[in-house]
C-alpha cells in the first residue's frame, strides 16, 4: 500500500541554527501535504500546508519544499527555538481521498 | 487545539471494561476523525464521519464502535477493551465547507492504559 515515511527518526540542532525535517512519500498521484507538530502531551498542530502545483511555501520562520520527481518533501525551520522541541510529521492526501496519511514522525530536540 | 476537546484525558482500566472516549468540537466542522497513535506507528485512522448519519471504517476499526451524537460530538466505544489497545487516542475535524476538507484539527489526546 501507500505510505509516508521519514528519513530519521531523530534530529538534534543547535539553538539558533536551521533544522530541517525530511519526509518520503510513494504515492505519485499524493496532491496535498500538511506539516504538523506534536508537543508532549499534545495533539498535532497544525503549521504548514503545500498543494503539487507549488514547489515551496513559505510561512512564519518555516519552509515547505515539494520535490514531485522524487516524491520528497521537507520542512525547514529557521533560527530554531526551544519552542521547536517537538515530534514533526507530514501528512499527505490524494484528491477525492478525504482521508490523510501521516508519516510516523521526526523527534527535533534543540541543543542550547 | 481548544476548539476541540477530549474526555477523559488519561483512563487507566482492566480488560473486558466497556471504555467510551469523548470528543467534542466548537469549530462547527461536519467532519471528526479517532486516529489512536502508537510509538513508531505514527497516526491510524479508526472511524470517520462525514455528517451525523454517515459514519465510515478506518484502517484499524475492528475493536471499536463509534457514535455521532451531534455534529459537535463524536464519540468512540471499545465494547471490550484488550491491553493491545493501550495507545494515546486522538479526535479530529475537518471542515468540508472551506474547500480545504484535508487539513484536520486535533484535539489534546486521551491517554488509555488497559491492563
Known amino acids: 500500500g501507500e505510505s509516508v515515511g521519514l528519513h530519521l527518526p531523530t534530529l538534534s540542532v543547535q539553538e539558533g541554527d536551521n533544522s530541517i525535517i525530511n519526509c518520503a512519500y510513494s504515492?505519485?498521484?499524493?496532491?496535498?501535504f500538511i506539516w504538523y507538530k506534536q508537543e508532549s502531551g499534545k495533539g498535532p498542530q497544525f503549521i504548514i500546508d503545500?498543494?503539487?502545483?507549488?514547489d515551496k511555501r513559505q510561512g512564519q520562520r518555516v519552509t515547505v519544499l515539494l520535490n514531485k520527481t522524487v516524491k520528497h518533501l521537507s520542512l525547514q525551520i529557521a533560527a530554531t527555538q526551544p519552542g521547536d522541541s517537538a515530534v514533526y510529521f507530514c501528512?499527505?492526501?490524494?484528491?477525492?481521498?478525504?482521508?490523510?496519511?501521516f508519516g510516523t514522525g521526526t523527534r527535533l530536540t534543540i541543543i542550547p | 487545539d481548544a476548539d476541540v476537546t477530549q474526555t477523559p484525558r488519561n483512563r487507566i482500566t482492566k480488560t473486558g471494561k466497556r471504555i467510551m472516549l469523548e470528543c467534542s468540537q466548537t469549530?462547527?466542522?461536519?467532519?471528526m476523525y479517532w486516529y489512536r497513535q502508537d510509538p513508531g506507528l505514527g497516526l491510524r485512522l479508526i472511524y470517520y464521519?462525514?455528517?451525523?448519519?454517515?459514519?465510515n471504517k478506518g484502517e484499524i476499526s475492528d475493536g471499536y464502535s463509534v457514535s455521532r451524537q451531534a455534529q459537535a460530538k463524536f464519540s468512540l466505544s471499545l465494547e471490550s477493551a484488550i491491553p493491545n489497545q493501550t495507545a494515546l487516542y486522538f479526535c479530529?475535524?475537518?471542515?468540508?465547507?472551506?474547500?480545504?476538507?484535508?487539513?484536520?484539527?486535533f484535539g489534546p489526546g486521551t491517554r488509555l492504559t488497559v491492563l
Open positions: 479530529a475535524t475537518s471542515d468540508s465547507a472551506s474547500g480545504r476538507t484535508d487539513t484536520q484539527y
Open positions: 504515492n505519485s498521484a499524493s496532491d496535498y
Open positions: 501528512a499527505e492526501n490524494t484528491f477525492g481521498n478525504e482521508k490523510l496519511t
Open positions: 464521519s462525514f455528517d451525523v448519519k454517515d459514519i
Open positions: 503545500i498543494r503539487s502545483n507549488m
Open positions: 469549530k462547527g466542522h461536519d467532519r
